[in-house]
């Protein structure tokens, strides 16, 4: 029973990585990360798009590439099990947009909403396998008027696309693995061998020298 339990907490907090991840993808237009989120055969209902996730995914893309400004906060994330490979996920999320519509005028919009997911669970890897947005508020805003670098004036550096925006570069800091910890203890061992058989051998030879005398 400990040991469902323990197996569930890790399953939920894979979960809530993905979600986190999908966020990051959009946000900062990162197709690795964006695609992390879902499986190959995913289905999306995302607003005006409904089909593959790779349809949106390349949509996205697209769009966010293009320099608009994209803040995605998820909140409140309720997960059911329905199996040890399914489960239900509702997720509340705020986002706020800007980019250009089709007549190339700029839009902001704040929207908020709940992510209704089912992800699946592949070779021990959490993702969305299917995912229906529900739209609960819609706020049409009226953009600034003035340029990003005097808005924002001294308040630097101002978040950017994938791989520009300071994050990327944070990650770039990995914190050492037990994988690199064990590799760096086998390398140590194996130097101190060579070292060791070094000093044998010079001992060996210091000792033959001496018998010859």
Same mark, same amino acid.
């Given at each position: 029973m400990?040991?469902?339990?323990?197996?569930?907490?890790?399953?939920?907090?894979?979960?809530?990585?993905?979600?986190?991840r999908?966020?990051?993808?959009?946000?900062?237009?990162?197709?690795?990360?964006?695609r992390?989120?879902?499986?190959?055969?995913?289905?999306?209902?995302h607003?005006?798009?409904?089909?593959?996730? =790779?349809?949106?995914?390349?949509?996205?893309l697209?769009?966010?590439?293009?320099?608009?400004?994209?803040?995605?906060?998820?909140t409140?994330?309720?997960?059911?099990?329905?199996?040890?490979?399914?489960?239900?996920?509702?997720?509340?999320?705020?986002?706020?947009?800007?980019?250009p519509?089709?007549?190339?005028?700029?839009r902001?919009t704040?929207?908020?909403?709940?992510?209704?997911?089912?992800?699946?669970?592949?070779?021990?890897?959490?993702?969305?396998a =299917?995912?229906?947005?529900?739209?609960?508020?819609? =706020?049409?805003?009226?953009?600034?008027?003035?340029?990003?670098a005097?808005?924002?004036?001294?308040?630097?550096?101002?978040?950017?696309?994938?791989?520009?925006?300071?994050?990327?570069?944070?990650?770039?800091?990995?914190?050492?693995?037990?994988?690199?910890?064990?590799?760096?203890?086998?390398?140590?061992?194996?130097?101190?061998? =060579?070292?060791?058989?070094?000093?044998?051998?010079?001992?060996?030879?210091?000792?033959?020298?001496?018998?010859?005398?």
């Open positions: 400990e040991q469902t339990k323990i197996a569930q907490l890790i399953d939920r907090d894979a979960i809530r990585d993905c979600l986190y999908y966020c990051r993808g959009i946000d900062r237009a990162d197709e690795a990360a964006l992390s989120a879902y499986w190959p055969d995913a289905h999306d209902n607003g005006a798009y409904c089909g593959p996730a =790779e349809g949106f995914i390349e949509f996205a697209g769009v966010f590439k293009a320099g608009p400004r994209n803040i995605h906060q998820i409140n994330i309720l997960i059911e099990f329905i199996s040890s490979s399914e489960a239900a996920v509702e997720s509340y999320f705020t986002a706020l947009q800007r980019a519509d089709q007549d190339r005028d700029v902001q704040l929207l908020c909403g709940r992510y209704c997911d089912l992800f699946h669970k592949r070779e021990g890897e959490w993702r969305i =299917e995912r229906t947005v529900v739209y609960d508020w819609l =706020e049409e805003q009226i953009p600034p008027a003035i340029v990003e005097e808005r924002f004036g001294p308040r630097r550096p101002i978040g950017a696309p994938h791989p520009d925006d300071p994050v990327y570069r944070l990650g770039k800091r990995r914190i050492p693995s037990r994988h690199d910890a064990s590799e760096a203890s086998n390398d140590t061992a194996a130097s101190a061998e =060579e070292t060791q058989g070094h000093d044998n051998f010079v001992m060996l030879q210091r000792s033959r020298r001496k018998t010859a005398r």
